[in-house]
């Protein structure tokens, strides 16, 4: 998927966002302080491999995904973090490392840390490197209908 069926897929569903333009930027850091996003509110999506099976585990940008917390939340067995040579096919159109957290639309099931849910907004890559979305986390939940828990540290 590319920027531009992501949005395609926001204005279907009569989703206001906001398009945010920003320096190359690779770390979730470098990406809020470019894109004038509070940490907390950027997203960063974590691919996972619950029993396995590739998961994304979307939390603020300035945590860490606690594998237990998630483990235990996705009711698995086995977590652990996936390698690109996992995931790599199953994101045509994103940049590596800039993939958007709608696994919906890959197929993929999205956990979100409950720490999301506790402002109106959320901003995440938009497939890019250089471009961020900003929306209303009431209308991200709609969309994916991510599993909401704590695994954050």
Do not use: W
């Amino acid at each position: 998927m590319t920027v531009h069926k992501l949005k395609d897929f926001l204005d279907k569903h009569k989703v206001k966002y906001v398009s945010i333009t920003h320096s190359t930027a690779y770390a979730s850091s470098e990406i809020a302080a470019s894109a004038h996003v509070k940490g907390k509110n950027l997203a960063k999506t974590v691919i996972v491999k619950l029993d396995g099976k590739l998961a994304m585990a979307v939390l603020p940008s300035n945590y860490h995904v606690n594998l237990e917390g998630l483990r235990v939340a996705s009711l698995s067995g086995s977590v652990a973090l996936a390698g690109e040579a996992d995931f790599a096919r199953q994101f045509p159109g994103c940049e590596e490392g800039a993939m958007p957290p709608f696994g919906n639309l890959y197929g993929i099931p999205v956990y979100v840390d409950t720490s999301l849910t506790e402002d109106e907004e959320i901003a995440f890559n938009a497939c890019s490197h250089t471009e961020s979305i900003q929306l209303a986390f009431k209308d991200f939940q709609k969309l994916v209908k991510p599993t909401v828990a704590a695994f954050r540290e």
